[in-house]
C-alpha cells in the first residue's frame, strides 16, 4: 500500500470532482483526485449545464470546447399530454445571458474534464481503482484509506489537509457521516432515457417537456458534432411515469430494460411537430433509473473533511440543476480555501454559502420546480386547451413560476450577468 500526501484529496473523479481539480490548479492547491472505478468511461446520456455552471467552466478555459461537443439550448418549452403548448420561453443567449445554456452527452462532458485534468495536474494526480474505505478528519491533518473495490485490496494511505467527498448520492463518506440514513429517498417515479439520431424538430436547439407529474417525456438535442455531420441531433430522450414502491436496490440503477416496460402509456403521443413512440423505437438502449434524492443535512464538514455535489445535495432532475449546482460547489469551495485564513474557517464559509441554497433547490424539485406548468395545465384543463393556455393558466402565473424557479436555483439572468 502506497503512502500519499497532497494538500486537498478528492474523493469522486465524476463531474463535481473533476471540476474541483480543475479549480485547485486554477487558484494554486495541491490535489489528487481519487476515482473508484479502474477505467473510466463516457457513461451516460444528455445533461444541461445552466448559464451560472457554464460561466464557471468558462472561467477554467473549456468554453469553446463545450460549445463544439454540445448544443446551446435556444428555447426551454412545456406542452401538455395533447401536445398542445403551455409555456415557451427563451434561454441561454438568446434569453439575453452573457453565457449559453449548453445540452451535452454526460460522457462527453466527463472526458472533455477527464482530459484537461490529465493534462493541467498530470495523470499521477488521477488516481483510478481508489475507493474511499476510511478516514480519520478531527486533527491538524485528515488520514484516509483507499481500497481497490475489485480485488478489496487497501491500495493507498493519503495525508491531507481536508478531505472533499464527491462520491455521488451513494456517497461512502457521507454514509460514514451519517450512519443512520439509509437508501436515498425514492420519488415513486422512474425515468427511462435513451438517445437516438433524429429530425430537428421545434426550433431545432429547443429542449421540450411534454406531460405532468405522473408521465413526462423530456427531449432535446446534445451534440453539435452529430448535426453538422448529419443535418440530424443526436437527441437525448427521458421518459418519466409513476411507479409506486421502496426505493430499488442499488444495483437495478441505470439497468438496460425492453421499451415495452414503459412505451405502453406513451402510444398516443404522435403530434404534428414531434412523434414521441417513434422516437422512443429508435432510440436505441433503454437505461432505467429511479428518481431519487435525500434530504437535506444539517452540516456537511466534519473536522477536515466535506462533501460536494450529489455527495451533499442529490435532487431530482428537474431544472437542469444537479450538474450545474456541483459546478457552483467547486467555486465555492475554492475560493473559500483560497481567502480564508485555515480550514475549518473555510468550510465555514463554503457552508454558509451553498448549504441552505442547495437545501431550498432540493425542496423546490420535490414540488416540481418550473416543471409544475405541466401539472396545473393537466389538474385545469384535463382534456386540452380550446384556444390556448391561458384558459387555465394567466400568463403572470406562468412567468412567476419560471421567475421564481431561476432565482431560487441562482440562475436568473441579473445573478448571472452580474458575476464575471
Same mark, same amino acid.
Given at each position: 500500500?502506497?503512502n500519499l ?8 473523479g465524476?463531474?463535481?470532482g ?12 495541491? *490535489?489528487?483526485?481519487?476515482?473508484a472505478?479502474?477505467?473510466?468511461e463516457?457513461? =451516460?446520456v444528455?445533461?444541461?449545464l445552466?448559464?451560472?455552471?457554464v460561466?464557471?467552466?468558462?472561467g477554467?478555459? +473549456?468554453l469553446?470546447?463545450?460549445?463544439s461537443? $454540445? ?13 398542445q403548448?403551455i ?15 449548453i ?10 474534464l477527464?482530459?484537461?485534468a490529465?493534462?493541467r ?5 488521477i ?5 474511499i474505505?476510511? #478516514?480519520?478528519?478531527? %486533527?491538524?491533518?485528515a488520514?484516509?484509506?483507499?481500497e481497490?473495490r475489485?480485488?478489496?485490496?487497501e ?9 472533499v !467527498?464527491a462520491?455521488g448520492i ?6 460514514? +457521516?451519517?450512519? %443512520? ?5 425514492y420519488?415513486?417515479?422512474v425515468?427511462?432515457? $435513451? ?5 430537428? #424538430?421545434? &426550433?431545432g ?5 411534454? =406531460? ?8 432535446y438535442p446534445?451534440?453539435?458534432?452529430? #448535426?453538422e455531420?448529419?443535418g440530424?441531433n443526436l437527441?437525448?430522450w427521458i421518459?418519466?411515469l409513476?411507479?409506486?414502491g421502496?426505493?430499488p436496490?442499488r444495483q437495478?440503477w441505470s ?5 415495452s416496460?414503459f412505451?405502453?402509456?406513451f !402510444?398516443?403521443?404522435k ?5 414521441v413512440?417513434?422516437l ?5 438502449t433503454?437505461y432505467e433509473?429511479?428518481? *431519487?434524492d435525500?434530504?437535506?443535512?444539517p452540516?456537511?464538514? #466534519?473536522?477536515?473533511? &466535506? ?10 432532475p428537474?431544472g437542469?440543476?444537479g450538474?450545474?449546482?456541483?459546478i ?5 469551495? !475554492?475560493a ?5 485564513r485555515d480550514?475549518? !474557517?473555510?468550510l465555514a464559509r ?7 441554497a442547495t437545501?431550498k433547490?432540493?425542496?423546490a424539485?420535490?414540488g416540481n420546480?418550473?416543471?409544475?406548468v405541466?401539472? +396545473?395545465?393537466?389538474e ?12 387555465a393558466?394567466?400568463r403572470a402565473e ?11 436555483a ?6 448571472v450577468n452580474?458575476?464575471?
Amino acid at each position: 500500500m502506497i503512502n500519499l500526501k497532497t494538500r486537498l484529496a478528492i474523493a469522486g473523479g465524476g463531474i463535481g470532482g473533476l471540476v474541483l481539480a480543475l479549480q485547485c490548479h486554477k487558484h494554486g492547491i495541491d *490535489c489528487t483526485v481519487f476515482e473508484a472505478v479502474e477505467k473510466l468511461e463516457p457513461l =451516460g446520456v444528455g445533461i444541461n449545464l445552466l448559464p451560472h455552471s457554464v460561466r464557471i467552466l468558462a472561467g477554467l478555459g +473549456l468554453l469553446e470546447d463545450l460549445k463544439s461537443l $454540445g448544443v446551446e439550448t435556444a428555447e426551454l418549452a412545456y406542452f401538455n399530454k395533447h401536445g398542445q403548448a403551455i409555456w415557451r420561453e427563451p434561454r441561454g443567449i438568446a434569453a439575453g445571458y452573457d453565457y449559453p445554456q449548453i445540452s451535452i452527452h454526460r460522457g462527453e462532458l466527463h472526458f472533455l474534464l477527464l482530459r484537461h485534468a490529465v493534462e493541467r495536474l498530470g495523470a499521477e494526480r488521477i488516481r483510478t481503482g481508489h475507493a474511499i474505505k476510511r #478516514f480519520d478528519a478531527g %486533527g491538524d491533518r485528515a488520514h484516509a484509506v483507499f481500497e481497490n473495490r475489485r480485488t478489496g485490496a487497501e491500495v493507498a494511505e493519503v495525508d491531507a489537509d481536508l478531505i472533499v !467527498a464527491a462520491d455521488g448520492i451513494h456517497s461512502t463518506v457521507r454514509a460514514l +457521516l451519517y450512519p %443512520g440514513e439509509g437508501p436515498p429517498r425514492y420519488s415513486g417515479r422512474v425515468l427511462w432515457r $435513451g438517445a437516438c439520431v433524429w429530425p430537428p #424538430f421545434l &426550433t431545432g436547439r429547443s429542449m421540450m417537456q411534454a =406531460g405532468h407529474a405522473n408521465q413526462k417525456a423530456v427531449i432535446y438535442p446534445i451534440s453539435r458534432k452529430v #448535426f453538422e455531420e448529419t443535418g440530424n441531433n443526436l437527441t437525448n430522450w427521458i421518459m418519466e411515469l409513476a411507479v409506486p414502491g421502496d426505493t430499488p436496490p442499488r444495483q437495478d440503477w441505470s439497468k438496460v430494460v425492453d421499451k415495452s416496460v414503459f412505451a405502453g402509456p406513451f !402510444a398516443g403521443w404522435k403530434w404534428d411537430w414531434l412523434d414521441v413512440p417513434a422516437l422512443i423505437e429508435a432510440g436505441g438502449t433503454a437505461y432505467e433509473y429511479p428518481m *431519487c434524492d435525500r434530504d437535506p443535512l444539517p452540516r456537511w464538514s #466534519f473536522g477536515r473533511v &466535506t462533501l460536494l455535489g450529489d455527495a451533499a445535495h442529490p435532487m431530482y432532475p428537474i431544472g437542469s440543476n444537479g450538474a450545474s449546482q456541483a459546478i457552483l460547489d467547486t467555486e465555492s469551495l !475554492a475560493a473559500a480555501l483560497t481567502g480564508e485564513r485555515d480550514v475549518p !474557517a473555510a468550510l465555514a464559509r463554503y457552508e454558509a454559502e451553498r448549504r441552505e441554497a442547495t437545501a431550498k433547490i432540493v425542496l423546490a424539485n420535490r414540488g416540481n420546480g418550473p416543471d409544475q406548468v405541466m401539472q +396545473l395545465a393537466e389538474e385545469r384543463a384535463p382534456d386540452g386547451f380550446r384556444t390556448d393556455v391561458y384558459e387555465a393558466i394567466s400568463r403572470a402565473e406562468l412567468e412567476e413560476i419560471s421567475a421564481r424557479y431561476k432565482q431560487t436555483a441562482g440562475f436568473a439572468k441579473a445573478q448571472v450577468n452580474a458575476r464575471q
